[in-house]
């Protein structure tokens, strides 16, 4: 039941949400923040719950099942593991932050707050359905909120850039779409039930085919280059909230998606595929961090750089050996923090100077310093060092690939060493050097300082004390690395 | 079927047929009520003939029902009639053409 | 479990809640709380670790206090600080110059404004404590960790002045350079953490050892490369003497007890596994001996006080790292505590005095520093004595005086090593006795003035150390488990005698007229033999060009990976989709539709209006239907 309320509040809140700008000034953004807060006490539910007892495995935490039209095959279902409920935590906090720090928005708030809204459950949907027709849904779903949030809120070419990001993204999905209702058809009787097309052993060569269907989808959301276009564009266009989101919750989607299905579906697929995932991930790791050292967008040079890091994700997971995956899962969480409050810092400092262009930028150091150490911070933690859980990730990452290969551990040492180029590049433009122009701005205020605060501590406890995470993970690793030990 | 039949459908159609004409041809509103009126007069006649051959008192109700449906149409044309006197200063049905827009 | 080396975990604390408190609390604080938590942050740490070192030296010296242990998969990563006889020594060593050095700073920075100082403070803090978790580390997580958080340090403190696009060029370039480094060391370590399935060093060595020959190898070459590049070494040399655009201080610390001398300690941690690898043991001393010969050399070029103690710090390393690769890394330590010591009073003095000298830190500014800052040329002679090597007295002369005899003993190929070794022993005697001689000369009428007592107290303590340290170098080394190695009697002398032959060329640059005028000419080996210009052209420059190419600076198109697919769809589109644009069907539809617009047009005209013409309509309606139905009654 608590699982199907992390669905439901937030998508009925948004209704909500829509009618609530009336009942006076701020309610919606109150009333936004007290619908994930209540969602978050649902999860709390869920998390500490007793374990399902019709549950496939160990590794589930929660579940539910309720047949929705049987004739059909069609089953509400969702199951939720150590990942899932890592991945929704952190997309509910994300939530919380992004209504937060949109307090400054005026143009159609009761809208705005429902595509949060509405964002928020689609993810959460993606999270932890376990009936592919149910995910699928969900995973076209979220492109409508996220598809409003930058055509309506965003800045610059706004229209443009939204419909490259949802015709990406809706023409990668199909190939998800046709999969999934390809094995609905193969299967002994009609039923879209992750859990039986497991057991239905399909075989080895439309595993694979299949496998290119779900990694379509999965790829682009990721993303994974040459798929990769439409994010920088959506980034650096989207409203601050909207790039928080896209960044902490899109692209994690995609990643999610790749830690469960593959290994858990298509253990055949995926040993054929895997290496052609973990040269992507190699090939993207450096390709993002290069082009990211050449951005003169500040927004845009971020977004690079969660082509990189996504990129390592890729390479966890595609490396099928348990350290790395359980980075990969890691460097997701790390991932979603460090990127959002980037995001976050640069949409403040745009929201004062009205521009991201780093040539115009300057001088924070001396202006305002609050300002200066945060992005001191979560600099440290884009170029992931120790002590924050971005590290964690690489480091197992890297782990992982000298059980797997040692050129690709090179590869991702490289992107390491890119990564200060790139970091580096961001602080002396931005931080350092003289205050330029309209740079003399004003320090954080508490109302962005303590988003900051809360995405800075999840960095670094899960840096410094790894097992929080790590425990949580493993089960949920050791049972999408089972299928493949398989012979 | 008696001749007498006939002869009073043939004339009750003759009737019919006279006050369509005069209605199509003329165009004072007056003389048309009048026309309609002996178009009513037709099926009328109609109605009493084949009451009559058929030996069913229903036919003799029905004149009496047409009867009435005349006066009362005789009524409405002619305050409308009065209406239109007034309100257009004209007695001719084609100059009110406000259907048309 | 209540042990003595509970007090381990409170060594870094200290410094490392300083820095919080400094870099990340959101109090405001004046200036004379932000000088006093950041002294407080400093000296505890020494405070703490001289008893543990003490604690050390009367018995057990062998300790290990957990901090947490978890598994992943089948591997445990078990954290833990270690106390053994390298660690305290080096920890003593390190606590000690930190409380000094950032005790200076507190006079040396005094007119920064507060925001500055108080960045300044947490980054020296978080520096020192970065260093402390690197040297008291028990497994290679907390060893990493230190060892990256002083990347991270020395580039904010390098490029501390933020204003200046030199100092963050500067700062940029450690960063890029060492973080090379420690990538190679990253492998390393996870290497020894695939093998071993554990991260605590004393399990990670052997299982280092025990492990087949190319991974041995390779390990230990990367752990190597790992050294050479944070400590500055030849090829990683050239971020070093940039590195001077830092305040005074910080570059006291990065040479003397931190950052670039904690490539040594790495060595000297792992000298065991090193060890098994001959041929990376004999690539350590050659390089070794290289960087100290090559860094001394550079060093005697220098017009600036700054840049000639970067070379002498690269090239006294070198020293560390020749005696590390023929085995010998008790004498290398010792070394390194001795080097601590003199590199540390070098830099606190020459930043008193060039500080009074305006801020120019040219060697000109040096002049007449014996009257117009007497306690401060006074204590930068003895660092430049013990820097030198002067027999008997100093303490350098007892750690180097060990490594050449090491080298000696070491057969034919070390031989050879001696030789470039005392080279550069004569050289780094030349060099460090230029500025003392420029000193001498006599400008004006100067006034002798002394600086306060956080600049006097440092310096006078580190100066008396520089000469009290020099009978506790051989127990120094007897205490790590090795022994000072005595060469042959003549092979002494003739090493004594290098310092002396060097002050006389020191003398000999400094006084005679046409030779001050060469030297002041050499540019090529002033700028180290312009390796710095290679990597610039071999590297960066090629890295620049493909990043512009790539971002369509260079007129291609930005991002061409992610372009593809738009391309192919744009591509699609023409191919494919433009002929249906004018689909036949649909046209068809439209015509349609055209067309019930125009039947429209003509049925509207049959609505006249005419009650006379709608009533003709109804009747020849009905004449049809009547029509119709007498039609039906047809057989």
């Known amino acids: 039941m608590a699982l199907t309320a992390l669905i439901v509040l937030p998508l009925l809140g948004g209704i909500a949400a829509l009618f609530l700008q009336r009942f006076g000034r701020d309610a919606e953004r109150w009333f936004s923040i007290a619908v994930l807060a209540a969602a978050l006490v649902a999860l709390v539910v869920a998390w500490v719950g007793a374990p399902p007892e019709d549950a496939p495995g160990p590794q589930w935490l929660a579940m539910v099942r309720y047949q929705y039209a049987p004739a059909l095959g069609l089953q509400f279902l969702l199951a939720m593991d150590g990942l899932s409920a890592a991945l929704v935590a952190v997309s509910l906090a994300l939530g919380i932050v992004s209504v937060i720090i949109s307090w400054n928005i005026r143009k159609d708030s009761g809208l705005f707050h429902a595509c949060l809204l509405w964002t928020v459950a689609a993810s959460n949907g993606v999270f932890l359905a376990m009936d592919l027709l149910f995910f699928a849904f969900f995973w076209e779903l979220m492109l409508v909120p996220s598809f409003l949030l930058i055509s309506i809120w965003g800045h610059g070419d706004r229209e443009a850039v939204a419909l490259k990001f949802l015709v990406f993204n809706a023409v990668a999905g199909l190939g998800l779409l046709a999969a999934v209702f390809w094995m609905a058809a193969t299967a002994p009787e009609i039923t879209f039930d992750a859990f039986v097309f497991a057991e239905m052993g399909i075989p080895p060569v439309a595993q694979v085919w299949l496998l290119l269907g779900f990694s379509l989808a999965f790829l682009t959301k990721l993303p994974a280059p040459p798929l990769h276009a439409w994010l920088p564009d959506a980034h650096t266009m989207a409203p601050t909230a909207g790039s928080i989101l896209l960044a902490g919750l899109l692209l994690k989607t995609g990643a999610y998606g790749l830690f469960r299905f593959p290994g858990m579906l298509f253990p055949d697929g995926f040993h054929v595929l895997a290496p052609y995932g973990l040269a992507l991930g190699a090939f993207g790791t450096i390709y993002g961090a290069v082009l990211a050292c050449g951005q003169t967008d500040a927004k845009r040079l971020v977004a690079y750089t969660s082509i990189a890091h996504m990129s390592i994700v890729l390479m966890g997971l595609a490396g099928g050996v348990h350290f790395a995956m359980m980075g990969a899962g890691v460097e997701m969480i790390a991932h979603a923090f460090s990127a959002s409050a980037l995001f976050l810092l640069i949409g403040a400092l745009y929201d004062r100077t009205g521009t991201r262009d780093l040539r115009e930028l300057g001088g924070l150091q001396q202006t305002a310093p609050r300002f200066a150490a945060a992005f001191a911070v979560f600099f440290s933690a884009a170029l992931a060092m120790p002590g924050t859980a971005n590290f964690l990730g690489e480091a197992l990452v890297i782990t992982g690939m000298f059980q797997v290969n040692w050129v690709l551990a090179a590869v991702a040492l490289v992107s390491l060493v890119v990564s200060v180029v790139y970091a580096t590049r961001l602080l002396k433009r931005i931080v350092f050097g003289a205050p330029i122009r309209a740079c003399v701005v004003q320090d954080l205020t508490w109302s962005e300082l303590g988003p900051i605060v809360v995405l800075a501590t999840g960095t670094l406890l899960f840096g410094l004390l790894p097992q929080l995470l790590l425990v949580v993970l493993e089960p949920a690793v050791d049972a999408a690395l089972a299928p493949l030990a398989r012979p | ?101 | 479990m209540l042990t003595p080396f509970l007090a381990l975990l409170l060594v870094p604390a200290p410094a490392m809640g300083a820095f919080l408190l400094l870099g990340l609390g959101p109090a405001e604080l004046n200036r004379r709380a932000v000088q006093t938590v950041a002294l407080v942050g400093a000296v505890l740490p020494a405070v703490v670790m001289l008893p543990l070192g003490a604690y050390c030296l009367m018995g057990t010296c062998d300790g290990i206090q957990p901090i947490f242990d978890l598994t992943v998969g089948d591997a445990v990563v078990a954290l833990a600080l270690k106390l053994d006889p390298l660690s305290a020594i080096v920890g003593v060593t390190v606590t000690l110059i930190g409380a000094c050095v950032i005790g200076y700073s507190i006079d040396y920075m005094a007119k920064a404004e507060v925001p500055d100082l108080r960045r300044y403070f947490a980054l020296m803090n978080l520096f020192l404590a970065s260093m402390l978790c690197m040297v008291l580390a028990g497994d290679s997580i907390v060893l990493f960790l230190g060892w990256e958080l002083m990347g991270l340090c020395s580039f904010f403190l390098i490029a501390y002045h933020v204003t200046s696009s030199r100092a963050i060029a500067a700062g940029r370039k450690a960063f890029v350079i060492t973080r090379v480094a420690d990538a190679f060391l990253l492998a390393a370590l996870l290497l020894l953490f695939l093998e071993a399935g554990n991260v605590r060093l004393d399990a990670l060595i052997p299982a280092g050892i025990a492990a087949d020959e190319l991974r041995q190898g390779l390990i230990a070459a990367l752990i190597l490369a790992g050294a050479l590049g944070k400590s500055a070494q030849l090829p990683f040399h050239t971020w070093l003497p940039s590195a001077m655009a830092g305040p005074t201080p910080v570059s006291a610390l990065l040479h003397s007890a931190t950052m670039v001398a904690a490539g040594a300690f790495l060595l000297a941690r792992f000298a065991p596994l090193m060890q098994a690898v001959p041929l990376v043991m004999a690539l350590t001393a050659v390089l070794g001996a290289a960087t100290a010969l090559f860094g001394a050399a550079s060093a005697v070029f220098q017009k600036d006080v700054k840049r000639l103690l970067a070379y002498s710090s690269i090239s006294q390393i070198g020293f560390m790292l020749l005696a590390l690769g023929l085995g010998e890394p008790e004498v290398a330590i010792a070394h390194f505590v001795v080097h601590a010591i003199f590199k540390s009073l070098l830099f606190l003095s020459a930043g008193d005095i060039t500080q009074i000298a305006r801020g120019t830190t040219d060697i000109s500014a040096m002049r007449g520093a014996l009257w117009s800052r007497p306690l401060a040329f006074v204590a930068f002679a003895a660092g430049a004595a013990s820097l030198a090597g002067i027999p008997l007295v100093t303490a350098g002369w007892f750690s180097k005086e060990a490594i050449l005899a090491a080298a000696w003993l070491a057969g034919p190929f070390g031989v050879v090593l001696w030789l470039v070794a005392m080279t550069a022993a004569v050289l780094t005697a030349t060099y460090a006795f230029r500025p003392v001689f420029t000193g001498l000369t006599r400008i004006g009428r100067p006034r002798p003035s002394l600086g306060g007592i956080f600049t006097n107290l440092p310096i006078a303590l580190l100066a008396v150390a520089t000469f009290a340290v020099a009978p506790l170098v051989e127990p120094i080394m007897e205490f790590l488990g090795g022994a000072a190695p005595h060469p042959p009697h003549a092979v002494e002398l003739v090493g004594a005698a290098a310092p002396f032959l060097g002050i006389a060329l020191a003398a000999a640059l400094t006084f005679v007229p046409g030779l001050s005028l060469r030297v002041a000419r050499a540019r090529r080996m002033r700028s180290g033999i312009r390796i710095d210009g290679i990597y610039q052209v071999i590297i960066v420059q090629p890295f620049v060009k493909m990043v512009r190419w790539l971002t369509g600076q260079r007129g291609g198109i930005a991002d061409p990976v992610g372009s593809i697919p738009v391309l192919v769809a744009q591509r699609l589109t023409a191919a494919a989709i433009r002929p249906l644009a004018h689909d036949p069907l649909d046209r068809g539809w439209m015509g349609l539709g055209a067309g019930m617009v125009r039947a429209w047009g003509a049925g509207r005209r049959i609505q006249s209006g005419r009650v006379r013409d709608y009533a003709l309509a109804l009747a020849l309606g009905l004449a049809l239907l009547l029509l119709i139905a007498w039609g039906t009654t047809w057989r």
């Open chain 2, 1 to 101: 079927m008696s001749g007498f039949l006939t002869a009073a459908l043939v004339l009750a159609a003759g009737l019919f047929a006279v006050g369509l004409f005069g209605l199509v041809a003329r165009r004072g509103v007056l003389f048309q009520i009048i026309a309609l009126e002996i178009m009513l007069t037709g099926p009328a006649l109609a109605f009493v003939a084949a009451g009559a051959h058929h030996g069913d008192p229903a036919g003799q109700g029905m004149f009496v029902f047409v009867l009435v449906l005349a006066a009362s149409e005789v009524a409405l044309g002619l305050a409308l009639y009065l209406r239109l006197a007034r309100h257009a200063d004209a007695g001719d049905s084609d100059t009110i053409r406000e259907l048309r827009r």
